[in-house]
């Protein structure tokens, strides 16, 4: 057994404290800058959903005023209460980033909890994106060193606090005693979320647990700084960590270049039978009307999202749904994903085609699976049956979106609810985030 000196929090948090703006490469700070830009698209979506107004309307209740914004809003709390909310508005929609050695979302928690005590601490623009960066780091790395094949749930509320209180506790500049306490609180306290695996209901407000796991992780932090502390070996015991895996080669290469992003409002898991379905259609001149029937193959996991069935009962039932969003897809164009809005769900000609969907678990994808999340498609029609198999759907490292896709998609999902020079002034402000601070970015996101 490690001492605490050893231990695998101990070493993170030196790691957290220690590692200076400069000693990161410029690459790592231009995935950053892109996973900030994509995470704004996926609180635009997501800030009048349903799950957004009951939190926002309990955290003025529950927490204090203060220097953080609330986005989109005009209210301001304490820093927890406020990325508590806004990581709320980044997750609600199923468009924020993911990480596929994590297999969850680590930008929805870390983002929001380090503007948070960005606007706390006053920190300055590289810092902030070094927080970003390194609360990637430690989240991903924690997440990747578990064995995923023994897990009862993926969510990833069990693993983002200890991101958001490594960026938490960056930008307070703790020392590396405290931090490490605070990482172990984070992880011991983070939501356990084993419901979201055997529950029936995939499609529930609670999701993944990732606003309340962001809590979690910059409550860590008030505790550690008033001496109260945690089990400092969480991350040392082999049956639930790699602690090898976690600390190997750190600060040599960045999680954060690893990230995808999403184009559709839904599960990344369905992603690659929606590009398989959309490149079947373009190629061969097919509208929804020409097709009779889908078959979709897939990885085993995929088809246990319990959420299958074509006509989902609510917004979150619909972003689990294979043959729903299939059917979206198909009726209304990649558009209609982006985002993927509850008035879809009564449509009588999206159920129907959705009915067309036959589902299957395909060995090969198995094999594929987590490094890739493969489907193929069959399409039965008119003129003919086509297949198409995709490994990489868009927004992959082997498939990626550019930032001036990333641009594209804010564009979009602002378009209902901000105005026009929007999209525009978070663009510059975050690409200038190093020489003109938050500020700018600050004032467009009240």
């Avoid at 400069?22 to 995470?39: E, F, G, R, T």
């Avoid at 991350?235 to 080669?249: E, N, R, V």
């Amino acid at each position: 057994m490690k001492n605490k000196k050893n231990a695998t929090t101990a070493v993170l948090a030196r790691f957290a404290c220690e590692l200076t703006p400069d000693m990161i490469p410029v690459s790592a700070y231009k995935a950053a800058k892109k996973c900030i830009l994509d995470l704004v698209a996926a609180a635009v979506a997501g800030y009048r959903s349903p799950a957004a107004i009951a939190v926002l309307d309990m955290s003025e209740r529950l927490f204090s005023s203060g220097p953080s914004d609330v986005w989109f809003s005009g209210k301001k709390l304490n820093a927890a209460g406020a990325a508590y909310v806004n990581s709320t508005f980044a997750s609600a929609s199923d468009l924020d980033d993911g990480h596929r050695a994590a297999m969850g979302h680590p930008g929805a928690s870390i983002i929001p909890s380090a503007f948070a005590v960005a606007q706390e601490t006053g920190a300055g623009g590289r810092e902030l994106l070094a927080a970003i960066i390194i609360g990637y780091e430690i989240a991903i790395r924690v997440a990747a060193a578990r064995d995923h094949t023994t897990l009862d749930t993926l969510s990833t509320g069990r693993w983002c606090a200890y991101g958001a209180a490594a960026a938490g506790g960056r930008l307070r500049k703790m020392n590396p005693d405290r931090l490490a306490q605070a990482l172990a609180v984070a992880g011991v306290q983070a939501p356990g979320l084993s419901a979201a695996g055997y529950s029936q209901v995939m499609g529930n407000s609670a999701k993944e647990g990732i606003p309340w796991a962001t809590l979690t992780g910059l409550s860590a932090l008030w505790l550690a700084d008033k001496g109260f502390t945690g089990p400092a070996d969480i991350l040392d015991h082999p049956d639930y960590y790699d602690s090898a895996k976690i600390i190997s080669d750190l600060g040599k290469r960045f999680a954060i270049e690893g990230v995808y992003f999403k184009r559709y409002a839904c599960c990344r898991w369905i992603h690659s039978a929606i590009d398989a379905l959309c490149l079947i259609i373009a190629k061969n001149s097919l509208n929804a009307g020409m097709i009779g029937k889908l078959e979709v193959y897939t990885f085993e996991r995929a088809l246990q999202l319990l959420n299958n069935y074509p006509d989902p009962n609510s917004f979150e039932d619909a972003q689990y749904s294979i043959p729903f969003c299939m059917a979206v897809a198909a009726i209304e164009g990649k558009e209609g994903l982006l985002p993927l809005q509850s008035d879809l769900l009564p449509r009588k000609d999206i159920v129907s085609f959705a009915h067309k969907i036959q589902l299957y678990s395909d060995w090969k994808s198995d094999r594929l699976f987590p490094a890739m999340t493969p489907a193929r498609v069959i399409a039965h029609t008119q003129k003919g049956i086509f297949a198409k198999q995709v490994k990489y759907p868009k927004g992959d490292l082997s498939n990626p979106m550019d930032f001036m896709e990333i641009e594209n998609k804010l564009r979009r999902l602002s378009s209902q609810n901000r105005s026009d020079p929007f999209p525009d002034k978070i663009r510059d402000a975050i690409n200038s985030l190093e020489n003109n601070g938050i500020g700018a970015l600050i004032i467009e996101l009240k």
